[in-house]
C-alpha cells in the first residue's frame, strides 16, 4: 500500500482532482441531513447490518496524530481513539486528498473513464455525479483479496486505459499519468507499455522518408539542447566546492563563498570595462615608456608600495594621454605629392570620464537589480515546518548517479535537515523583570565599549596620518635642500606603508575584541549574533574609510606641492594599492595565526576536541572593505580590479582549505534564510554609494593635476564632456541641442538626484510589493488552516451523530423482534 503513494508538485488544475470540491462538499451536508433526521425516519438496521457495521468498527482507519478533542481548541483528539463509522469512511473516501489505499482497478478504472472523457471533450472537466461509484476513491476494500474474475477484468481495464493513453497527446499523456495515484513503477509500466505499442503500431505503418528524418532532426536538436544544458550548469564556478561547504558547515558559512564569488564577478566586469576601453587602447598607441629602475628593485619594496617601476605604468592614472589618440598614419607618394591618410582618432579624455561613469552606472543597475531579486527570494512567507516537510519528502534529486555527488547532496540536504529542525524547535526564553534589565545593562555597556573602541582607533588612524602627511612633507623639503641623507629614498618608501599597516591591524585586533565582548553578552541565537557582530564591525570600517577619504581628498588633492607630488591621482591610487595589498597579507596572518595555530594550540596545548567557528560577521566585512577600496581606486587606478581579482581567487582557496582542516560548524544549527539579502545590502548602500559619492566630488569639484593625466589642463575632471559637446556644436550646427542636452542632464546635479532618487523609489516599492505578498500569504494559510479545522469539526460532528444513532437503533431493532413475535 505504501508502493502507491505518490508525491507530486505539480499542480494541473484542470485534471488534478479526482473529484470535484463542490460534489465533496454536498456529500458532507447531505450525509449530515441524513443523520440528522427524526429517529422515525431512520431506516431500521437487521441484525446482518448491524454484523457489517461491526466490521467496519473493526477494520477503521486510523486518523492522523494530531487530532485531538479533550478540550475546545484540540477536539479532534476523539479521532484517534474512537471507531470511525462506516458513514464517516464513505465522506472520508470521497474527499479528494483519501487517496491511500484505494485499490488499483478502481483507479484505473476511474482513469480509463477520464481518459475517454478528455478525449471527446476537454472543455470542462467531469463532476463527481459522473463518475461511477467504481471508479470514485474507495478506502473500504483496500485489504480485500481480489478473485480470478476481478484480476482479469482490471486486466481489461489496464488494456483499454493503455489504449486511450495512446491516442492522447504527448502533453496530455504526461499530465494524465502525472496526477494518477499509482507508485512510480506502475506508472513507469503504463508508459513503456504506451510507448511499445505505439512503436509497434508505427512499425506496422508505412512512414515516409522524410518524417522519419524529421523526427530524428527534432530529437537530435533536442538532446543537443539538453546536452548544452547540462554543459553550461557544469560551468558554474566553484560548483562542487559550494556543495561541499553547504554540506559540512551550512547555509551561514555557504553564504559567505557566495558572497565571494559575486564579488569577483562584479570585478571581471570592471575589468573589462577599464581594459576593452581605457588599457589597451592606451598600450597599444604608446606601448614603450622609458624605464631606468633595475629588475632587482623591481621584487623590492615596489611590489608592496606601487611605487618606482610602477609609478609610470598602465596601473595608474597618470600614464594615460590627454590627447586624442591615433594610429599610425599612412603616407603614399603621387604626382601630386606626398598624400597621409591618419587612421581611427580616440579621444582618450572623453573615454576615460565616460568609461568610469559607465562602468559605475551599470553597476548600481546591476546591485540594484540584484538586491530587488534577493529581498523576493528571502523575505518570503516560509515556515519552518512546511519547508521541514518539503526537504524531508521532495527535496532529493532522482538524477544523481555518481557517489561522490549521492554524498554531497546526502550531506548538504542533512544540513539543512538539521538547520530547520532547529528553527523549528527553537524556544524563546523568558526572563523575569530582573533579568530583562540586567541583560539591558549588559547590552549597553557592550555597546558603550563597542564604540568608545571604535572612536579611539578612528582617533588615531587620524592622527597618525596628519603625522605621516608632516613627515613626509619633512622630507621632501629635505630633499630638495639636499640635505637628505642616502637612505632617505629607502626611507621614504617604507614610510608610505605605515597607514596601511596601522589600518590593516586594527582591523585585524578589533573584530577580536568585539567577539569577546559578544561572548559576554551571551546571545541565545547565532543568526542575532552574526548581525550584531556585522553591525560593530560595518561601523568600525566605514568610520575608518571616512577619515582615510577626507585624507585623501581633503589634504593630498588639496595641497599636492607640499609633498612634491607632480601627479596625486597616481598617489592615491598607489594607497589604495597599498592598503589592498596589506589588507590581503594581514588576512593571510589571521587565517595563519588565528585559526591554524590556534586550532593546534587548541587541540595540543589545551586538549580540547572542538575547534574554532568561522567568524562570518568579521569575513564577510572585510570582503566588502576590500570591495570598497577596489571601487575607490578605479578612477586612480583602473587595473586596480585586477589586483582585486587575483586577491579573490586565492583567499577563495585559502578559506576554504582552512575552514575544512581548522573550523568546524556551529555547535546550534541556523538557518541563514535572508543573509545573502543583508550582504548584497551592505555592499549596495554603505560600500557602493559610498564610493560613488567619492568619485563623483573627485570628478565634479577637484582639480585635476597639471602636468599628468588625460584631464591636464582642465579645471575639472567633467570639463572633458563639455568641451566636446562644445566641439560638436562648432563643427556640426544641427547637433547643438547636444549642448542643452548636456547642460541639463549631466552638468546639473539634479538628473542624478532624479536617478538615484527614481532608484531608491523602485527599491522601495518592491519592498511595499513583497511586504504585500508576505501578509497574503499570511491570510491564505491562516485560511487554510481554518479550513482544515472546519473539516475536523465535521467529521467529529459525524462522529457524534453516529454514535447517538448507535444507541437508539438496537432499541429499534428490539422494539421490532418483540412486535414480530406478538403477531
Known sequence: MAGRVGFHSDLTTDIESPADEDGVHDSFSQLIEEQCHDHHDVIEMTSLELEEESRDDVMHLESPVYLRCDSEPQYTECLIEGRWSSDTLKVLSSMPSRTIGRSRGAIISQYYNRTLQLRRRRQSRPSIQHFPRAARPSIRGHLVE????????????????????????????????????????????????????????????????????????????????????????????????????????????????????????????????????????????????????????????????????????????????????????????????????????????????????????????????????????????????GLLAIKVFSSWDYKVSKKSSVRLQRANIGTQIKELVAEVNREELKFSVLQRLFRVFIHMVAWLMCLGSTLACVLAVFYFSEHMHKLQTDVETRSRAGTNPSGGVLLREASLLAVPVLVSGINLILPGFFNAVAWMEEYDSPSVLNYVSIGRNLLLKVSVLGVLCHHWLGRV???????????????????????????????????????????????????????????????????????????????????????????????????????????????????????????????????????????????????????????????????????????????????????????YLVENPLFLFMCAVIFLIVIYFHSQVVDGQRKIIELLQEQIENEGGDKKFLITRLQDIHERKRVVSPRRIRGASEDSSCT
Request: charged share 15%; proline share 3%; glycine share 6%.
Open 557 to 743: 588633492a588639496s595641497e599636492p606641492e607640499k609633498l612634491g607630488l607632480q601627479c596625486w591621482e597616481s598617489f592615491v591610487g598607489q594607497e589604495l594599492y597599498r592598503f589592498l595589498l596589506m589588507d590581503f597579507i594581514f588576512m593571510l596572518l589571521d587565517t595563519f595565526f588565528g585559526e591554524f595555530l590556534w586550532r593546534l594550540f587548541s587541540q595540543k596545548a589545551l586538549k580540547r576536541k572542538r575547534k574554532p567557528v568561522f567568524d562570518i560577521a568579521r569575513n564577510v566585512l572585510e570582503l566588502i572593505y576590500g570591495q570598497t577600496l577596489a571601487w575607490l581606486g578605479v578612477l586612480f587606478s583602473p587595473l586596480l580590479p585586477v589586483v582585486q581579482i587575483i586577491k579573490l581567487l586565492f583567499l577563495f582557496y585559502m578559506k576554504k582549505v582552512s575552514l575544512m582542516m581548522n573550523c568546524q560548524a556551529s555547535g546550534k544549527p541556523w538557518r541563514a534564510s535572508q543573509m545573502t539579502t543583508i550582504f548584497i545590502t551592505l555592499l549596495c548602500f554603505p560600500s557602493f554609494l559610498g564610493a560613488s559619492v567619492c568619485v563623483t566630488y573627485t570628478m565634479w569639484t577637484m582639480k585635476p593635476s597639471a602636468g599628468c593625466g588625460p584631464f591636464r589642463g582642465l579645471k575639472t575632471m567633467f570639463q572633458a564632456g563639455k568641451l566636446w559637446v562644445q566641439d560638436l556644436a562648432k563643427e556640426n550646427p544641427n547637433l547643438s541641442w547636444l549642448a542643452s542636452a548636456h547642460a
Open 146 to 385: 481480489t478473485d480470478a474474475d476481478e484480476l482479469e477484468e482490471d486486466d481489461n481495464k489496464r488494456e483499454r486505459l493503455v489504449n486511450n493513453l495512446q491516442n492522447l497527446s504527448g502533453s496530455d499523456r504526461v499530465r494524465m499519468l502525472r496526477v494518477m495515484p499509482l507508485s512510480l513503477a506502475e506508472k513507469k509500466e503504463l508508459r513503456m507499455l504506451v510507448l511499445n505499442k505505439a512503436e509497434h503500431s508505427l512499425s506496422q505503418s508505412q512512414i515516409p522518408c522524410c518524417s522519419q528524418l524529421k523526427y530524428y532532426i527534432i530529437i537530435a536538436l533536442r538532446h543537443g539542447w539538453y546536452g548544452w544544458l547540462s554543459f553550461l550548469s557544469s560551468l558554474q564556478l566553484w560548483q562542487t566546492a559550494l556543495k561541499c561547504v553547504g554540506g559540512r558547515f551550512g547555509t551561514g558559512v555557504l553564504s559567505y563563498f557566495l558572497f565571494l564569488r559575486t564579488l569577483l564577478f562584479f570585478n571581471v566586469f570592471l575589468f573589462l570595462v577599464t581594459g576593452l576601453f581605457l588599457v589597451v587602447p592606451q598600450a597599444v598607441v604608446h606601448p614603450d615608456r622609458d624605464q631606468n629602475t633595475s629588475v632587482a628593485s623591481l621584487w623590492g619594496l615596489e611590489v608592496l608600495t606601487g611605487a618606482g617601476y610602477f609609478s609610470d605604468s598602465l596601473l595608474y592614472y597618470g600614464y594615460y594621454s590627454h590627447q586624442t589618440l591615433q594610429t599610425k598614419r599612412r603616407c603614399s607618394e603621387s604626382i601630386n605629392g606626398t598624400s597621409c591618410e591618419y587612421g581611427l582618432s580616440y579621444n582618450m579624455p572623453l573615454v576615460y570620464f565616460f568609461t568610469i561613469g559607465a562602468a559605475f552606472f551599470i553597476t548600481c543597475i546591476i546591485l540594484v537589480y540584484t538586491m530587488s531579486k534577493s529581498f523576493g527570494q528571502s523575505f518570503r512567507i516560509d515556515k519552518s515546518k
